[in-house]
């Protein structure tokens, strides 16, 4: 499938009613615009194309889902305005996600480490918005306001894990699927509960938003085995973050270059 192709599955799949298409052949970009709300989205293909690759007809079923839950969202939010009651949650994003949306207004974030930064989203129930600037006002909240209420919900998240072992080192996985799994790296109470039951290093990795990896690497082929998982869920991830792991010590979250067969260097060591 070709990026035309693509086009025209998605248009057949969405209605071409709906939406005011522009494709941009020569940078394989897709411009989605609602014409009842005037707003819009835009795609870049080739990911898409990838995962279609490996998935067919579910990277389109998923793309479809996403596409239209953003839509509806942007539809309800029209009709009915905002409502932030219980609504804010942080998000995870790699430090090289764009902190201006389409429109060119800032997002509120927050700085997390050298490798990710903290975004904050409007729960819409199927799917979220990237809180920028403009909609602060709206929302009735201040910046402060914000991230606390942050803050406070993503630690009600449930935070059950499924363990694993593999050659004497323990993973456990949060994989709840709700658009914040990586988030929890932000529950600070849980990373704590977790470090009583870590037995080596603690490691802590969000390679996508929806999966966090916490590892008890007993010995030098943990280090290989997590490699190779968060290069996996990076690579196959919706919304990836980072295939880098973080060593957790002391309350504080260092990133680390995990070397094959080596021990890990951390940071600011390779530099």
């Not at 080739?46 to 995962?51: E, N, R, T």
């Not at 949650?89 to 930064?117: L, M, N, Q, W």
């Not at 490699?227 to 990076?234: N, P, S, V």
Request: glycine share 6%; net charge negative; charged share 30%.
């Amino acid at each position: 499938m070709n990026a035309s192709e693509l086009v025209k599955v998605l248009k057949e799949r969405l209605g071409s009613e709906r939406f005011d298409w522009d494709f941009d052949r020569q940078n394989n970009r897709l411009r989605l615009t609602n014409k009842a709300t005037g707003k819009g989205m835009e795609l870049s293909l080739p990911p898409l194309l990838a995962k279609y690759e490996q998935k067919k007809d579910k990277a389109i079923d998923e793309a479809v889902y996403t596409i239209d839950e953003t839509f509806s969202a942007m539809e309800r939010e029209a009709a009915e305005g905002f409502d932030a009651t219980g609504r804010i949650y942080p998000v995870i994003r790699s430090t090289s996600f764009p902190v201006k949306s389409k429109d060119g207004h800032p997002f509120v974030t927050c700085d997390h480490t050298a490798e990710t930064r903290i975004f904050y989203a409007l729960d819409l129930g199927k799917t979220y918005r990237l809180v920028d600037e403009t909609m602060l006002e709206n929302l009735g909240m201040t910046e402060q306001q914000l991230k606390e209420s942050a803050r406070f919900r993503v630690r009600q998240l449930p935070t059950g894990a499924k363990k694993d072992e593999v050659a004497g080192n323990v993973f456990y996985f949060v994989n709840n699927n709700d658009g914040y799994d990586a988030s929890r790296i932000l529950n600070e109470p849980f990373l704590k509960e977790m470090e009583e039951k870590i037995e080596g290093d603690m490691t802590v990795s969000v390679p996508h938003q929806d999966v966090l990896i916490i590892g008890d690497i007993r010995n030098e082929t943990g280090y290989d085995v997590l490699a190779q998982l968060t290069m996996h869920y990076f690579t196959v991830g919706t919304v990836p973050v980072t295939s880098l792991s973080f060593i957790y010590e002391n309350g504080e979250l260092e990133p680390i270059f995990i070397l094959a067969k080596n021990r890990p260097v951390r940071k600011e060591e390779k530099e």
